[in-house]
Every structure is written in structure tokens, then in C-alpha cells.
């Protein structure tokens, strides 16, 4: 919907209640472009271009039920108001214009129809149905149904009473739209079917529903249809499904008014067994995935809590910060499975992991007498899970970088205002580079040191894991290579993320 409200707050004056409900409009007018064998335009009026009027299309639908009249994209043309006569008559008269000869400008003969889209009292936009009729033939039950309950939208859209109000109807899946196509049921004001298609009834009798269901009221043969009733006496749009003995059906009750009364009801019904079963299979799946990712962090845990009665037990200095590095490294990878096991889908919102593991590392290795701002800036949003692992563990090791070496007691640089040092993790994200810089205001490298010579293990680590697992780019920034940069060292990592 966001072409559509771009050019509507470029082109016209609308309010946001007239954009909302052409909005909801184009949510659902494929049931009238499917009821009507038509392609449907959307045109607002526009002064285009040095003050000449003329009409702007701002949405186009093709049905499923006939062949399109348009093979091209029609929205943001615009045309003078000449070339589309029946919209410029729908907004002066404020009714249904029809056309009475076909048009064959486009070489097929077109019938047009422009219906004026009221809202609260006025015009603010025209809808045309055009139908090639060139295959026109004697029309079936189906298609005379389907062109009777078309007209009566056509007339609520006119009046302002379609589409409801978006409130009525919940947000639908697209794999659980209904289409005209799946099976209609016509039914009067009181629920008695007037008409039901061969797939409406295909669909009643999965679930053990065998009687004709013409003429029936809903109740001889929904089993479960008070609140489609109940929409229809209210007024109101209705979505539920009903299950029995595993089938699983859709139904979708549309009131059809006239002057504000039910007239009579449009029933869609849609067989969604397999789509449900489909989704239970996931579900059960991504409980499963997300059992084994809280599995293997409890695991890395129990890894890292017994490194750490190791580490309590040697003597050797230099073991026993071997040990609690190998702590900090496990506890980076039991972060990512740790989020991966709360979060319904294979990828993680790595800004929590970075500031997870400041905190982790703040909590470690920080030392009281060196006061240091532990800092993350930017969004690095949701990462695929292959992609988090190893830049978790990569961040772990230049922000333990940092903090072990960049603020020396005996030469630290401080803030001379609040007497801080500074550890900044920094995200840009774009739509196929993750950019990370891990910078500080720390002493810095000594002059003319490479990262080379200067590589201790977990820079050997990071580098390691940026380009063999991650195919990126490590290096050192010079000072003042970047203005997001602090002024001591930082480490500059580039992810490719397609």
C-alpha cells in the first residue's frame, strides 16, 4: 500500500481517513474485479501537467476469473480528462456511469463502467470496471450471480458502505485469502441460499455436509453458523473457519445493503485443510528447533561453568586467563543459541546480542580504577543464524581486545570533562553490507604497528572467522580514516549479507 499513499500525499489533498479507506479498498477489491470479469482502475483527480486537468491512476487489479483487458502497469499515468470521459462524468453526477457501446481503442471491444468511491458524504475517487467482451456468450447461473452480487458492491462502493470499515475484518495471511473462485454461497437477508456454487458445495460436503444445499437455511448445513448469521443481521463483515473429522474450511461472510439495509449475502468458502495441517507440521518443527537451541546453550553453559572450576584450580597465571578467555568464547556462541531458542524464526535481532555481551564482558573485565563507557551505536537488525555466531564471537574478541590493552593504569588517555574512557560498537546496516566497527579512545596502536604484528590470538580468531566464515573484510582503521571513529583503535569488519 505504500505506492499508493505516495502518490496520493504527492498528487492530492486527501486526508488520512480518504487514505485509509482507498486503502482498505485495494485490500479488497480482487472479490469485485473477480465478480465483475473486469480489470479495475483507481483514478484520483490531479491538475497534470501546467494546471490541466486531467485523472491519475493510483491502482489497477486484473481478476482471476477472465482475462485482462491490460497487459501493462497503469498506475501513476496520468490522463487528460477527455480520454476518460465516464470519470470525469461519475465525479460530477455522483453516480454509476455505464457505457453503452464497447470501445475498441485498445483493439479488443471494451465495456466500461466508472463507479464514483464515496466517503463520508463526498467523491474522492472513481473506480472503472472494463470487460472485454469480444467471448460474450449466454451467461451461466454462476456468472449471472456473480455479475448481480458485482453490481450490488458497485452500489455499496457508490454509496460509501464498501469496503467496511477496516476494524471489521482482521489482517489476512495471503496464503488465506478467499477468491470468489474457491466457492460463493448467495444467500437472502434471513441466511436461506438463494445460489451455491459446485465448489461451495464440494467444500460443505468434506465436512460430512451431503444434502443440497440450495434453498437450505445455514444452519441445515454450516455447522457452525451463528456468527456468520449474526454478521449478517449486524451489518458486518465475518471471517471464521469450522473444523470436523480434519477438514478445515474458510468461510467469509460479506453483507450486501441497499440504502443501509441487508439485502442479501455474499458467502466465500475456501477449503484450507492442507494450508492447516501445513502449519501445524511448522510449528511442530519450530518447537523442535527452538528446544534444541535451548539444549545446546544450557550445554555450552554447563561447558563454560565447568572451564570455570578449572580455571579456579590453576596455579599458572597464564592458564588460567586461557581459561577464562575460552569462558568468554563459549558464552558468546550460548548467547546466539540462548536468542535463537526465544524467537520463533532461524534469525536473531543481534543489537540484543551486542549489548548482552557488553554486559558480559563489562561485568569481567572492567577494572574499577580505569572507568569505561561501554557503548553499542546504529542497528545491525535481524541476522540470519550462520551470520550471528561467528560475528557474536568476533565482537567478543576486539571488544576484550579493547578493553585488555587499549587503557593501560600507567597511560591511560581519559575524558579530561568526566575522567571516562570510551568502547564503542558500531552497526551500519545496508541492504546487502553489514559495516561493524569496534573503536575506543584508548592509547592506540604504537606508530607504524600492523595489524600483522600486532595479532594476538583473538585478533587471530576474529580475523579467521570475518573472512573464512563470514567472506567479509578485518582490518585496522587509521585515526581519523572514519568520522564515526573514536580516536584510539578501531577494528573495521565488513559482512556481505547476500
Not at 64 to 86: C, H, I, K, W
Not at 310 to 319: K, T
Not at 412 to 426: A, W
Amino acid at each position: 500500500m505504500s505506492q499508493l499513499r505516495d502518490l496520493l500525499e504527492v498528487h492530492t489533498d486527501l486526508d488520512d481517513g480518504a487514505v485509509a479507506h482507498l486503502e482498505a479498498l485495494l485490500r479488497d477489491w480482487q472479490i469485485l474485479s473477480d465478480l465483475s470479469f473486469a480489470d479495475l482502475l483507481l483514478f484520483v483527480p490531479v491538475e497534470w501537467p501546467q494546471g490541466v486537468p486531467a485523472f491519475l491512476c493510483v491502482g489497477q487489479m486484473r481478476p482471476y476469473t477472465a482475462a485482462t483487458v491490460y497487459q501493462e502497469d497503469l498506475v501513476g499515468e496520468v490522463f487528460p480528462r477527455a480520454n476518460r470521459s465516464l470519470v470525469a462524468r461519475a465525479f460530477a453526477e455522483e453516480r454509476v456511469i455505464r457505457d453503452a457501446d464497447p470501445d475498441w481503442s485498445t483493439g479488443v471491444p471494451v465495456r466500461e463502467e466508472a463507479v464514483p468511491v464515496g466517503y463520508r458524504g463526498q467523491i474522492i475517487a472513481v473506480v472503472t470496471r472494463e470487460s472485454n467482451v469480444s467471448m460474450a456468450r449466454s451467461p451461466s447461473q454462476l456468472e449471472l450471480t456473480y455479475l448481480q452480487t458485482a453490481g450490488e458492491l458497485a452500489v455499496m462502493l457508490a454509496d460509501g458502505a464498501f469496503p467496511f470499515e477496516a476494524g471489521d475484518v482482521a489482517e489476512t495471511p495471503p496464503s488465506l485469502t478467499t477468491r470468489v473462485g474457491d466457492g460463493i454461497i448467495r444467500v437472502d437477508a434471513k441466511g436461506f441460499s438463494i445460489y451455491v456454487s459446485p465448489n461451495a458445495i464440494s467444500s460443505y460436503r468434506r465436512l460430512g455436509r451431503l444434502q443440497d444445499a440450495n434453498g437450505q437455511h445455514l444452519s441445515d448445513f454450516d455447522p457452525d453458523c451463528e456468527g456468520l448469521l449474526d454478521g449478517l443481521a449486524e451489518a458486518e463483515p465475518v471471517e471464521a473457519e469450522v473444523e470436523r473429522d480434519g477438514t478445515v474450511v474458510l468461510r467469509r461472510m460479506i453483507p450486501l445493503l441497499r440504502d443501509g439495509t441487508v439485502v442479501a449475502g455474499l458467502l466465500i468458502v475456501r477449503e484450507v485443510t492442507d494450508l492447516r495441517r501445513h502449519e501445524r507440521a511448522l510449528r511442530v518443527k519450530d518447537a523442535t528447533i527452538r528446544e534444541i537451541h535451548h539444549r545446546v546453550k544450557n550445554n555450552l553453559q554447563t561447558v563454560a561453568s565447568l572451564l570455570r572450576l578449572q580455571a579456579r584450580r590453576v596455579r599458572n597465571e597464564e592458564a588460567r586467563l586461557a581459561l577464562s578467555e575460552s569462558v568468554r568464547r563459549i558464552s558468546s556462541i550460548a548467547l546466539v543459541h540462548e536468542m535463537l531458542s526465544e524467537e520463533s524464526q532461524q534469525r536473531v535481532d543481534f543489537d540484543k546480542v551486542a549489548s548482552r555481551i557488553l554486559a558480559m564482558l563489562g561485568d569481567g573485565l572492567l577494572n574499577p580504577e580505569v572507568p569505561i563507557d561501554l557503548a553499542v551505536r546504529g542497528a545491525a537488525g535481524d541476522l540470519p543464524a550462520e551470520v550471528a555466531t561467528p560475528l557474536a564471537l568476533i565482537v567478543t574478541e576486539l571488544l576484550q581486545n579493547s578493553l585488555e590493552h587499549a587503557f593501560p593504569p600507567d597511560r591511560v588517555r581519559l575524558d579530561v570533562g568526566n575522567g571516562t574512557g570510551h568502547v564503542q560498537v558500531r552497526f551500519d546496516r545496508a541492504p546487502s553490507t553489514l559495516r561493524v566497527l569496534v573503536t575506543d579512545d584508548g592509547v592506540g596502536l604504537p606508530e607504524g604497528q600492523s595489524i600483522d604484528l600486532v595479532a594476538n590470538l583473538g585478533l587471530q580468531i576474529a580475523r579467521t572467522l570475518a573472512e573464512s566464515e563470514l567472506g567479509g573484510t578485518f582490518c585496522i582503521l587509521r585515526p581519523g580514516a572514519s568520522a564515526l571513529a573514536l580516536p584510539g583503535t578501531t577494528f573495521e569488519l565488513v559482512v556481505p549479507l547476500s
